[in-house]
């Protein structure tokens, strides 16, 4: 698993993770993920364009931040690029109805400013 950040403005934050989100991967990336997620308001794009497995924990995890950015006002929104596996795990779960998922990183960022 690996987890980078960037900061493109004072209020975008764009998170990368890669790797398997299955529950040792959740678990060696949720403190840090949670930290860069959920800890001030702002507009979070989440890259899951290189996850190679996504399990129910790493759904969690990512219901559980984007929820944690809502109540603080701010904004998480999932960008898959092409990664079909995990748009279509996503969407057979319905978290598309809760986290915008993009396919495109500038609707992406858009959408997370909106």
């Known amino acids: 698993m690996s987890i980078e950040f960037e900061d493109v403005t004072e209020t975008l934050r764009c998170i990368s993770i890669s790797g398997r989100l299955d529950v040792p ?27 190679s497995f996504l399990a129910s924990m790493g759904i969690r995890a990512l219901i559980m931040n984007a929820k944690a950015q809502q109540q603080r006002g701010g904004r998480l929104v999932l960008f898959i690029g092409g990664n079909q596996a995990v748009g279509s795990v996503l969407e057979s779960t319905g978290i598309d109805a809760l986290i915008p998922i993009c396919k495109d990183m500038a609707e992406a960022r858009v959408a997370a400013l909106a």
């Open 25 to 51: 991967g959740t678990d060696a990336i949720a403190t840090r993920f949670t930290a860069l997620a959920a800890s001030v308001e702002r507009r979070i794009v989440v890259d899951i364009s290189e996850v």
